[in-house]
């Protein structure tokens, strides 16, 4: 197959969950043209190199919001945004299939890249779009939302489990649409657990959209060299390659996909975003974490408050980090004890796009 495969850019972590599904697709033979921007393309780009082409196509703006007030306003400004970008990205799309059609389009989380004449499938965890408050009204409409667009795909793929869920009422839950329509594949990740020591005591990942990865990484690295121990950064820099050694504290500006997986597997502990695939990566590692969700980012704030209160992972905010004390806390939570296994979660998949 000739496969069109799209990337949302918010953050790596989209990029990082999609490689197993584009590292098995390419060892299948499968042709694969990459859609995606910035940092997410070059992360793609370092990892698959010229096993797939590249195609750098902006994404819609991600809306972040400081406060409610902040988030209602911005709402009314960023939908035109969104549907213009949309409208943007899905005529450059059209006109990509023109010159080279393809046999289908796989799109982890961009509403615009789909076609009507080809098979395609949006993959995503987040079914249900929530707001600060929890208003109903704007979940039921999000819902709506989703319905239209999930009528453009063919199937819609979910990186969760229907039961022992790890998305909550992100994916789970629904009012509007039938989960029962739904792929729910399991969890999804770059990479899988080893049998290796655990020699790292810390290991922070700094990450997310500018400024607040510049913001977030001001703040831990004043506060890192409080903590006893090993400690390893990653700094989540892609244009970058260095490696920096300071007492017990090493840093690096990148690493790739071979390294991280190393590290994760031997830290007792992560400080991390709350992002969805960080979230799905310790789960399959095993690791218990500090999550502290990127500020007016609402499904990180939110997935951050659901396993606070499920005592599966301890939380806090970028304006209350106290890491001396936040690792404390995260000590005494289980982390995610199911079994997850992503070699199922892809077969899944690779299934649910050859049907």
């Not at 739904?182 to 290796?196: H, I, P, Q, R, W």
């Amino acid at each position: 197959m000739d496969v069109i495969y799209a990337v949302c850019s918010w953050g790596l972590g989209h990029a990082t969950r999609s490689l197993p599904v584009l590292r098995a697709l390419i060892h299948e033979g499968h042709t694969i043209r990459i859609i995606s921007h910035g940092r997410s393309l070059q992360l793609l780009q370092h990892e698959l190199g010229d096993q797939a082409s590249y195609i750098d196509i902006p994404d819609y703006p991600l809306l972040l919001s400081e406060n409610t007030r902040q988030f209602l306003a911005k709402t009314l400004v960023y939908w035109p945004v969104f549907i213009k970008q949309m409208e943007a990205g899905l005529q450059r799309l059209t006109k990509i299939i023109e010159k080279a059609p393809c046999d289908i389009v796989v799109s982890d989380g961009r509403y615009e890249m789909y076609n009507k004449k080809i098979p395609s499938f949006f993959m995503s965890h987040q079914i249900r779009i929530m707001n600060p408050l929890r208003f109903r009204m704007f979940e039921s409409g999000s819902e709506i939302f989703n319905q239209f667009f999930f009528k453009r795909y063919k199937k819609v793929i979910v990186p969760d489990y229907k039961t022992d869920d790890l998305s909550g009422d992100l994916s789970h839950n629904l009012k509007r649409i039938n989960e029962d329509q739904l792929e729910y594949v399991g969890a999804l990740s770059d990479f899988s657990k080893k049998n290796t020591k655990k020699d790292i005591d810390y290991l922070i990942s700094i990450s997310g959209p500018e400024p607040q990865r510049t913001l977030l990484e001001k703040t831990l690295m004043e506060q890192v060299k409080r903590l006893q121990g090993t400690i390893v950064v990653t700094l989540g820099k892609t244009e970058q390659q260095e490696k920096k050694v300071d007492d017990h504290v090493t840093s690096y500006s990148f690493v790739d996909k071979a390294q991280r997986e190393n590290l994760l597997n031997r830290a007792h502990m992560m400080i991390a975003r709350s992002g969805y695939s960080t979230l799905m990566d310790l789960a399959v590692i095993g690791s218990k974490a500090v999550f502290i969700p990127t500020p007016g980012q609402i499904e990180q704030e939110y997935l951050a408050s659901y396993h606070h209160q499920k005592h599966t992972f301890y939380a806090t905010t970028q304006d209350k980090i106290q890491l001396h004390q936040d690792v404390q806390e995260a000590e005494k939570t289980t982390g995610i004890t199911q079994s997850c296994s992503v070699k199922k979660t892809v077969e899944q998949i690779l299934s649910i796009l050859s049907s």
